[in-house]
T-cell receptor
């Protein structure tokens, strides 16, 4: 398996624009997480899905952020409208809840978002 | 709820020094415990793990022992190298929560030659 795949790797956008980040989890993993990482706040959990259902979105900063998981192999994180304070690295991670790697989080390479 | 507390950084050591990064946790069930490492410009990757009390996880010279009595999972390495410079995250995964992972705040390690 190629691991967790995120796209794009880098995104530069203007304030007010819509941004969509994409994630393909590892096949067979049934939990998916979106994290945001900044120097000031460290690693923050935004939302997590189990079997494509959002379980905990308490970390989503405000209504400008939304996430979907239409099927087991794809998830999106959307910011609309974007603001400069959204600049961060966004990570997607997937976990298998059974088997020898149970509980181990596999992270993508991240999307570095810059809002100017 | 579940939580992980890591020793605050940053930590700066000379090459070949002994490393300890403290980690304690709070969990409602019997979690699995993990250490992840993040090298510059990359995502987090698993360093080692332990799934039950008294288990010792080890990898690349790093070790950590699952201590249920003290709810701790401290990371140690006997002799650090410059290439160990990274951010280290302690984490737990609590089965009753269907695979949710809880991470500590991370500790930045810099090793100087």
């Amino acid at each position: 398996d190629a691991g967790v795949i995120q796209s794009p790797r880098h995104e530069v956008t203007e304030m007010g624009q819509e941004v969509t980040l994409r994630c393909k989890p590892i096949s067979g993993h049934n939990s998916l997480f979106w994290y945001r990482q900044t120097m000031m706040r460290g690693l923050e959990l935004l939302i997590y899905f189990n079997n494509n259902v959002p379980i905990d979105d308490s970390g989503m900063p405000e209504d400008r952020f939304s996430a979907k998981m239409p099927n087991a192999s794809f998830s999106t994180l959307k910011i609309q409208p974007s603001e400069p304070r959204d600049s961060a690295v966004y990570f997607c991670a997937s976990i298998q809840t059974g088997g020898p790697s149970v509980g181990e989080a596999f992270f993508g390479q991240g999307t570095r978002l810059t809002v100017v | 709820g579940d939580s992980v507390t890591q020793m605050e950084g940053p930590v700066t050591l000379s090459e070949e020094a002994f490393l300890t990064i403290n980690c304690t946790y709070t969990a409602t069930g019997y979690p699995s415990l993990f250490w992840y490492v993040q090298y510059p410009g990359e995502g987090l990757q698993l360093l080692l793990k332990a799934t039950k009390a008294d288990d010792k996880g080890s990898n690349k010279g790093f070790e950590a022992t699952y201590r249920k009595e003290t709810t701790s999972f401290h990371l140690e390495k006997g002799s650090v190298q410059v290439s160990d410079s990274a951010v280290y995250f302690c984490a737990l995964s609590d089965q009753p929560n269907a695979g949710k992972s809880t991470f500590g705040d991370g500790t930045t390690l810099t090793v100087k030659p």
